[in-house]
């Protein structure tokens, strides 16, 4: 469950540069060098222009290394979106999937050098009739993470710091059917669902609010509906 206030620090480009050498992860998206090149000789701007589709090929093995076996990605400028598919027309018939979506919003503020703010928000991302899903990633949000749930499915959760030179994320998520899925319905989803829709600083639109409770209610009834076979024999 994503904190209600998250407080983290600003790397340095030369932190992150240092990561991706290393084959790890940056942690924040790159400065704009816009101003850098503002200094250059003209020969100086037109090598960097010249070099930079090579330096993008020599970033791909550390970017792809950031993500899950599941998630593939296009190369942009910053990443704006989040796309795949999720077939569950088996669970259908025990109610409909939810993709429940988490982002930080940076702030643009800071409460010392270098400590930066951030503030969650969170809504239901739609999923067409053909299972395909699309989630936005607006030019404030610094993180996402992504809940895939299902009725009688193990939920799939997926988390993504959003990076330069990654411009869209292509996920596959993975949902193994589970034989007792009540105690995870319980135990897990109620809480995290329940929590997301009373927490007033998630803004959670009042439609989104709406479908979560029904979606609750309905998966209550029909866990009680399993139950009473079991308890009259």
Known sequence: MPDRLTVGR????????????LGGCPVRAFHSH??????LPRLARTALQKWSGFAWILLLPALSG???DRASFRIGMSTSEIVGVLDMSESESSGPPLILVYKQHYLFAEVEPGVILTHPTAHLA????????????PTDVVEVEAFFIAPNHL???FRFHKQVGIGQIVY???????PDWRNHFYTYLVPELEHVIVERRYDLPVHDQATLSAWILDQRK?????????ADS
């Open 172 to 178: 596959r998520p993975y949902l193994p059917r589970m």
């Open 222 to 230: 029909r866990m009680e509906a399993l139950r009473k076979p079991h």
């Open 66 to 68: 950031c993500l899950p």
């Open 10 to 21: 600003d790397a340095a480009i030369l932190t992150n540069w240092r990561r991706l050498a």
């Open 155 to 157: 939920t799939d959760e």
């Open 126 to 137: 739609a999923i067409r009739p053909d299972g395909t899903f699309s989630i936005s990633i």
């Open 34 to 39: 816009a101003r850098l090149r503002t200094r």
